[in-house]
């Protein structure tokens, strides 16, 4: 049974988002909008924190095993 | 009397209380017998999701962090806020490779990184490579937790060393006794003081600094004033390259530490360690937050205290900066936060580096019939023996040499990487082909930094971690982080190498662990220890 245990799923490739989209410095690289004050470089960076939180936590909801056992 | 001595009050019950749960955390969650390095050195394997969160942020969110990031966004601007999108990229990044390493651990009983690669690689040398490079890293790092303690004590006038001492001393004593416990115990109190405090400093602070718009553009115009050019709110054409190599590279590098996957390697099963990965990163935004600290100092004028030497200490603008704006009671419980910030991460590093000297150079060269108990003494004697040595490196070197090391330190890390996370997922490498590019990423990366200065300081080796691609003969201003490029070079070399010692058809080790090993679960049957026992 090879494939008994795995952590293959395609869920995973979601898990690139949250790594590629932070280091992708021209989408927040400037000042205006500002948002409470903040420029769009703090603010929109901040929010990339939710992204991260929103896939790991989808991916881990989504792949989760445990249940298939007796 | 001294103008802080409420400062001074609150700080001190709080130290001395948590110091009390240090020793008291022997108690916590008593196995019969803690002697062996799987109760004291990881808690026995046993911690939730909880408990793994606040002793894994209590780790990795150090106290050093904590004033060095926001001196760096004082000094340097958006360059310092490189501390949030590496937080943000390092959780989806190492999502399914702790989950793969924690099986194998826990089936193997592995206790640090370079027990992994012993068994994966079959090479006892290779194993000595890694756990070298994991204490040599180690050590500058708990060095900077004393850094973190004396910009707090500075900031509350008290100069001299002897407080320090005294700090490190208990804490040596009860990590001694506890182990991991203590740390996991006391990262409770830690992180709790943590998010008070940042919670009340972004809320009081802009309300009296006249609004967030006006902290930023008072930062934006005090760099719109000095003569560098890469200073300034917003990244430059020449540093975004540094900020996100730098982002990139430290996410990479970060659960390399041993201490990183000390904290993970103690919990219980795979699932704790997945749903931390999701609540982890309330420690970024924490850590975001503090960044900008930098800027309210911009705002509020705050000046750094000037040492004797002359030179201004930047890593004290953030305590200054609390003292200046807090009522007094509070500004203590701000500086016990960063204080008790420092013990976390320095209990765990010691332990880390510990159980690395003890699993892969006592228990490999010295005596290899070790049993439990006398592998957990070995230990605990060795935690004490590396505080006493960061306290010396402090006491007897200039805090700037800790401060270089541990900027090597973070290259030198990621030159595991090949054996460790890659080594997780193929078994493709020959162990000569990594050894010769562990070899020739360190030399590379050490090359880049002594080629370094810098000028705000007048150094001309080891200025920084952003290497000058001038330097490499292109024709731009732009800088990449030294890690990264060494990381390059280690991987083509090691590709390179097991090309050549494949086709000289040179031995290769022997892998000790199995495909199913890597999915194991709480309850899955382990070996017992089998494999370090094995060949040479």
């Known amino acids: 049974m090879p494939d008994d ?64 056992r007796p | 009397m001294n103008a802080h001595t409420t400062e001074l009050v609150v700080f001190a019950v709080l130290f001395l209380a948590v110091s009390v749960m240090g020793f008291v955390a022997a108690r916590w969650r008593r196995p019969e017998n803690i002697e062996s390095l799987h109760e004291w050195g990881l808690g026995g394997r046993s911690f939730g999701s909880w408990i793994t969160w606040f002793l894994v942020g209590g780790d990795l969110y150090t106290a050093y962090t904590f004033v060095a990031v926001p001196a760096l966004v004082f000094g340097a601007g958006a360059l310092g806020f490189y501390a949030l999108p590496y937080t943000v990229v390092v959780y989806p990044l190492v999502f399914l490779v702790l989950a793969r390493m924690w099986s194998v651990s826990h089936v193997h009983g592995f206790v640090t990184p370079a027990d992994f690669v012993r068994a994966r690689f079959g090479s006892p040398t290779l194993a000595l490579i890694i756990a070298i490079t994991g204490l040599v890293a180690t050590m500058p790092y708990i060095a900077l937790q004393l850094v973190g303690i004396e910009a707090v004590l500075k900031a509350m006038g008290i100069t001299g060393h002897l407080p320090i001492v005294i700090a490190f001393a208990i804490l040596a004593a009860y ?75 430290s996410a990479l590098a970060l659960f390399l530490y041993p201490h990183s996957l000390t904290g993970v ?5 795979r699932n704790v360690i997945k749903r931390n990965m999701s609540a982890l990163p309330a420690y970024s935004l924490v850590l975001g937050l503090i960044a900008l600290l930098g800027f309210m100092a911009i705002a509020a004028g705050t000046k750094p205290i000037v040492g004797p030497g002359g030179k201004a200490d930047s890593n004290t603008i953030v305590p200054v900066l609390f003292d200046q704006l807090f009522p007094d009671w509070f500004a203590g419980v701000a500086y016990a936060a960063i204080g008790i910030g420092a013990l976390v991460p320095a209990a765990i590093m010691s332990i880390a580096a510990a159980n690395l000297f003890t699993r892969n150079i006592y228990r490999e060269y ?10 957990a003494k070995v230990s605990k004697l060795v935690s004490l023996v590396v505080k006493v040595g960061a306290v010396l490196c402090i006491l007897l070197l200039d805090p700037q040499f800790s401060i270089d090391l541990q900027l090597i330190g973070g290259v030198i890390i990621l030159q595991t990487l090949p054996s460790v996370a890659l080594g997780l997922y193929t078994r493709w490498f020959h162990k000569g082909g990594l050894m010769a590019g562990w070899a020739a990423g360190l030399a590379a990366g050490l090359w880049m930094l002594y080629l370094t200065p810098n000028p705000a300081n007048g150094k001309l080796h080891f200025g920084g971690s952003a290497f000058a691609l ?67």
């Not at chain 2, 010295?366 to 592998?375: F, G, L, S, V």
Request: aromatic content about 12%; proline content about 5%.
């Open chain 2, 366 to 375: 010295i005596n290899r019939d070790a049993t439990d108990a006398q592998e």
């Open chain 2, 470 to 536: 001038k330097n490499l003969g292109l024709d731009t201003p732009m800088t990449i982080y030294t890690g990264f490029l060494a990381l390059i070079v280690n991987l083509v070399v090691a590709v390179l190498g097991t090309l050549l010692f494949r086709a000289l058809k040179v031995r290769d080790g022997e892998d000790a662990t199995s495909r199913d090993d890597y999915f194991a679960d709480e309850g899955d049957p382990r070996v017992k220890d089998l494999d370090l026992a094995g060949s040479h």
């Open chain 2, 265 to 269: 390697l103690a919990s219980k099963n």
């Open chain 1, 5 to 68: 245990k795995s952590d293959r799923s395609p869920w995973n490739w979601l898990l690139l988002v949250p790594i590629a989209i932070p280091l992708m410095t021209f989408l927040y690289n400037a000042d205006e909008p500002r948002l409470f004050g903040f420029p769009l470089f703090y603010w929109l960076q901040i929010a990339f924190i939710a992204l991260g939180v929103a896939t790991t936590t989808l991916v881990y909801r989504v792949t989760r095993r445990g249940r298939r």
């Open chain 2, 175 to 249: 990590t001694y006794q506890s182990g991991l416990r203590a740390p996991a115990l006391i990262a409770f109190v830690k992180d709790a003081l943590i998010y008070i405090v940042i919670i009340a400093a972004v809320v009081y602070i802009p309300a009296k600094l006249g609004g967030w718009g006006h902290i930023f553009d008072s930062a934006a115009a005090k760099f719109a004033k000095t003569p560098a050019p890469a200073d300034g709110i917003l990244l430059t054409g020449a540093n975004q390259l540094q900020y996100v190599s730098l982002a990139f590279g």
